[in-house]
């Protein structure tokens, strides 16, 4: 029986579920079936595979082909399935063993000359062959995807003819160099530039930027234009320690399935992302007709910085409420349901009022209070901290401040009080849950109520009680103190600007 069987891998978000390519030849007259719900890209193969075959030397079966991609429910797409169906046509006919495909997976796209082309989204299919400890064959062009994942049993192929004298024992693919230099955490480490000594002024701002990187904070900057508010977001990435490997990996797997190469030295590094006022919301939250991530999940385990955040569209922004709280995102469509991995942190700035400065008179109290109602209070809910970042003072900026501290010494305070959160909690501050906030926080019940009467007075909503909790417990954290006193409620009770401004236009 003209039967072969070929293990590959498909595509589901940062998923990489199994395909089997079954083809089978039998009489009658000439034809190529496709069916297992393929797209068209994947429909396109049938032409590239026959005319790769017949330009490798091989004998293109003149018989009835039937390709089925199963399981049959799965939606197909890509050219990552042109390699399998021509390896099954090829074992089908016998021009290369059948036996010699098993416990073998082929991922790979072909050209019309036979070369085997690279594939994108490549690094979920690696890290799954690796769970199973399959031989995963792969283009050439995705040497760096595994090299990144460091798994060993892995081949490259880079044209049909040596693909199928490998298969027929005639000769050995190359692999993973065994005496690779994998990288350190801290072999990439930028320290030197973007260094926060470099920010004039602004300690209060500072303060709120360090407070922020120790616990996971959501942080949003107010002032108007040229106070530095650029300057602090990019260089909180300094503050933040590397990834381990498995969030490393987790990063580089959504980068990879968004078609954006991971560069090795920027593996551990945590990602920072700007996307301009004028996105739209599938191009932040993910979507598409073929669903990818959007920003908010290539922002994943790092920072996004939305720069101008009242010039965002209402709606765009309230669809980060929920990926902000649940730090995944579920994106449905007709053909299938997909989960992207969002966990980041939220940096925003904004003027204080549409002309740019709120003591500026040429803008009303009533046209400030529009411009600002362009943030939601469900979206305005999620900000841990919200700071002023005033102009300078007269002559701050020919002054030489040597006392200014740099970003590797705070990094350090940062890493100690990260260290303290996971050791009592296993999470960040920013991560802890009520019943975690009433085991491991350490409040005192009179504290509290101080706390409870302040959100009161303020207007605050509970979940602003909570956050407003959290942020005391990180203050506490960076002083290196078990119990959280009055004083850190005070200071996080400090960091409400918008608060301040809404309750001082509202009193005009």
């Known amino acids: 029986m003209a039967l072969a069987c070929v293990a590959t891998r498909a595509s589901s978000g940062v998923d990489a579920p199994a395909v089997t390519v079954e083809v089978h030849l039998s009489n009658g ?140 024992g005639q000769s050995e693919l190359p692999g993973i160099d065994p005496g690779l230099e994998w990288i350190t955490p801290n072999s990439n480490n930028d320290a030197n530039t973007h260094c926060l000594s470099e920010v004039v002024g602004q300690q209060h701002a500072k303060m709120a930027l360090e407070i922020a990187a120790a616990g996971g904070h959501n942080l949003m900057m107010l002032g108007p234009p040229g106070t530095g508010k650029t300057m602090l977001a990019t260089r909180m990435m300094q503050l933040l320690p590397p990834l381990d490997y498995t969030e490393a990996l987790e990063v580089a797997s959504i980068h990879s399935v968004a078609g954006q190469n991971m560069l090795p030295q920027h593996f551990y590094q945590r990602p920072f992302r700007s996307p301009h006022h004028t996105s739209s919301a599938i191009s932040l939250v993910g979507g598409g007709a073929i669903p990818k991530p959007g920003e908010i999940s290539l922002a994943h385990r790092g920072v996004l910085f939305l720069d101008e955040v009242a010039e965002f569209p209402r709606k765009v922004l309230d669809c980060l409420r929920e990926p902000m709280e649940t730090g995944e995102v579920s994106i449905s469509r007709a053909a299938a349901k997909l989960n992207f991995l969002c966990r980041f942190q939220l940096v925003a700035a904004m003027n204080p009022s549409p002309c740019g400065d709120a003591d500026n008179a040429r803008a009303s109290n009533e046209q400030i209070l529009r411009y600002l109602s362009k943030l939601s209070g469900p979206f305005l809910d999620r900000f841990d901290l919200t700071i002023d970042v005033p102009k300078l003072p007269l002559g701050a900026l020919n002054s030489s401040d040597m006392q200014a501290e740099t970003s590797a010494v705070i990094a350090q305070r940062v890493h100690v009080a990260r260290e303290v959160q996971l050791a009592r909690s296993g999470v960040l501050n920013a991560e802890l849950s009520g019943k975690q906030l009433k085991q491991d926080a350490r409040f005192s019940s009179d504290d509290l109520l101080f706390l409870e009467e302040s959100v009161n007075k303020l207007g605050l909503s509970v979940r602003s009680y909570h956050r407003l909790q959290r942020v005391a417990r990180t203050i506490a954290d960076l002083q290196q103190q078990q119990d959280v006193s009055r004083a850190h409620i005070a200071q996080a009770l400090g960091y409400r600007a918008v608060d301040r401004l809404l309750a001082s236009l509202k009193q005009y």
């Open 29 to 168: 007259l000439p034809a190529f079936s496709l069916v297992g719900l393929p797209e068209a890209s994947v429909k396109e193969a049938k032409e590239r595979v026959r005319s790769a075959l017949i330009n490798a030397g091989f004998e293109f079966p003149m018989r009835r082909i039937t390709v089925n991609l199963a399981p049959a429910d799965l939606p197909k797409q890509g050219g990552r399935y042109d390699l399998p169906i021509a390896i099954g046509i090829l074992a089908a006919s016998k021009q290369i063993p059948p036996q010699s495909i098993e416990q073998h997976e082929f991922v790979g796209e072909l050209a019309l000359s036979g070369h085997v082309r690279g594939c994108q989204g490549i690094l979920p299919v690696i890290v799954a062959a690796s769970h199973v400890n399959s031989l995963l064959v792969l283009p050439i062009d995705n040497r760096a995807d595994a090299e990144l994942v460091g798994y060993q049993r892995v081949l490259f192929a880079t044209h049909l003819q040596s693909l199928a004298a490998y298969l027929q």
